[in-house]
């Protein structure tokens, strides 16, 4: 396969060599680095790559060229090549310029000349462009397959665990793809057992459970160790902060997930009030470079594997796994989240993973391009779907319970929302059944403020109607509110006595719950603020409590 390239343009022929010569001399064994004097050149020589079937991973271009500027050229040449990363060169003069390309292009970063020294004030910009556009690139031909149809629940599940996984593959629908439908049949099983997962070493799998096709692929390995400082349970944000934090301080740490590591805030579309991120980043990202990060600072991340039971003998806590593994740990951080609620309507479980969806569905949203799509929710997640949606969707229905999205969703989401003509928020509705065999025709929605019930046509529904703790594990040994939420700290303080069964001659750390080292952080915490930040600092925050248990026992 041909190397993907890196595409540099600049009038200036010694600003063009210098910057070719420094992109040669770090990713020449990896990409092809491409050099344009003009704008016009670039553009054609992009449109000869376009034709050719070449891969373009990177822009960087100079703004002030004449003929065309550096904005102008990425205007034109994101039209064929949309996914490529966009860098723009600028004096200081010019820097206005690369501010306004931020929303306009959404320009991913704007970089000041001199860049020297490039080890410090280019490559690691570089770097974490490539890695992004390689995490979200899917490839052409080589790589995992997966053939199927939308309306399979089973396809739907396997599409859904490698996008949030961020593994590349290719989507096959049989009901568009002759060629693939045809190998389908030919196989052992037909079109009896969906979805088909074809990979790259050969091996095909016939509706595989998520555990294999995580081991197959290389996502899931086993614990390397008995024994642990730390085990956090659940991999969502405040997991993933308690896992740089523990590993970064010396602790040997194990991170635990059921799922695909992001939790809730991992199908978010689009993060845009997270800090540092001006333009906002999809929530797979986040999650992808939180893992990295714990990785490289020596945590374990066990997944895709369940906790069955979590139980405390002495001061040690120990962790049991669906495959039998028993982990031990002086100390355990609880950073379960929530599971989303359901509608709870007739129909719902008949269509569920085949046009009805919880969260933002990333793998399935282009699939509805020109149709009409609901959303029921007014929390962030739903705005944040909606915006999504609206991308591909002809209509995005937002259905409401209140009066409408003020009291539960940040200004900027409602803003963006106003001002996307295909986006229609319906307040007081409430969904009561959904029509349809094998995929969803229309919804029954009451209406509140009237007291009737209307038919409303949909191709597909995506909820964001809040959640549930995740605490069935350990109900029955730590003390939960009626909600089932964990309690911690002050919360287990009544009228000043310490929970029942409490021996430490010491009120209970701040997260720290009714048994001594079991700390919980994040959602699945009593009477949180539920964002990311908050979720991240709480991971953080338990690592250090996590010391001080440490130091009394």
């Known amino acids: 396969m041909a190397k993907p390239i890196i595409m540099t343009v600049d009038d200036e022929p010694q600003v063009l060599g210098a910057i070719a010569r420094d992109l040669q001399a770090r990713y020449r064994d990896d990409y092809r680095i491409v050099r344009s004097g003009s704008g016009q050149d670039a553009l054609d020589a992009v449109r000869a790559f376009k034709r050719r079937g070449d891969a373009i991973a990177l822009f960087l271009v100079d ?24 860098v723009l060169l600028t004096a200081y003069a010019d820097t206005s310029a690369a501010i306004t390309s931020i929303n306009a292009l959404d320009l991913d970063y704007y970089l000041l000349k001199p860049w020297d020294p490039p080890e410090e004030r280019l490559y690691p910009v570089i770097d974490d462009l490539l890695d992004d556009w390689h995490a979200n690139t899917p490839p052409t031909y080589e790589g995992v397959r997966v053939a199927g149809t939308l309306w399979s629940p089973t396809t739907h599940a396997v599409k859904d665990f490698l996008a949030r996984s961020q593994i590349p593959y290719q ?41 294999e096709l995580a081991e197959r692929i290389g996502l899931r390995a086993p614990a390397q160790q008995p024994f642990y400082d730390l085990v956090v349970v659940g991999a969502g944000p405040a997991g993933l902060a308690a896992a740089v934090y523990g590993a970064s301080e010396g602790l040997r740490t194990a991170v635990v997930e059921r799922d695909v590591p992001g939790g809730q805030a991992g199908t978010s579309s689009r993060i845009e009030n997270y800090l540092g991120f001006p333009h906002g980043i999809g929530g797979a990202d986040l999650a992808r470079r939180a893992v990295t990060q714990a990785r490289r600072l020596g945590a374990e991340i066990i997944s895709p594997q369940t906790v069955t039971a979590i139980r405390v ?11 039998g593994t028993e982990l031990r740990s002086r100390a355990l951080v609880l950073a379960t989240g929530v599971e989303t ?33 609901v959303v029921v929710g007014a929390a962030n997640s739903a705005g944040q779907g ?15 319970r209140g009066e409408g999205l003020e009291s539960s969703m940040s200004r900027y989401l ?12 319906l307040p007081h509705r409430r969904v009561v059944a959904l029509t349809g065999e094998e995929r969803l025709e229309s919804i029954t929605v009451a209406d509140a403020s009237s007291g009737g019930e209307t038919e409303l046509p949909a191709d597909a529904m995506f909820v964001f109607i809040g959640a549930v703790p995740g605490t069935d594990l350990v109900r029955g040994l730590i003390e939960l509110d009626d909600h089932g939420f964990v309690l911690t700290g002050t919360d287990l303080l009544v009228d000043g006595r310490r929970p029942r069964g409490w021996t430490p001659k010491r009120d209970p750390f701040p997260q720290e719950a009714s048994v ?30 996590v010391h001080k248990y440490l130091e009394t026992v």
């Not at 079991?518 to 953080?540: L, T, Y």
């Open 63 to 86: 703004q002030r060229m004449p003929g065309m500027t550096g904005t102008e050229f990425l205007t034109e040449a994101l039209v064929l090549y949309p996914d490529a990363k966009r």
């Open 171 to 211: 989507w096959l629908d049989l009901e568009k793809n002759e060629g693939a439908r045809a190998l389908v049949e030919a196989s052992s099983t037909g079109l009896t057992k969906l979805p088909v997962v074809f990979l790259p070493d050969g091996t095909t799998l016939f509706c595989p459970d998520l555990h």
């Open 313 to 323: 003998e002495d001061s040690y806590k120990i962790v049991t796994l669906d495959d």
């Open 341 to 373: 609620r359901t509608l709870g309507v007739p129909g719902e479980e008949r269509l569920l993973g085949a046009s009805v969806y919880y969260g933002a569905a990333a793998s399935e949203a282009a699939e509805y391009s020109g149709r009409r799509v």
């Open 386 to 400: 909606a915006m999504f949606l609206s991308r591909y969707a002809a209509e995005v229905t937002i259905l409401v």
């Open 414 to 425: 409602i803003d963006q929302i106003e001002a996307t003509p295909n986006i229609t928020v």
């Open 516 to 545: 001594p080292g079991i700390f919980a952080a994040g959602d699945v915490r009593h009477d949180v603020m539920r964002r990311v930040a908050s979720a991240v600092g709480q991971g953080a925050v338990a690592v250090s409590l």
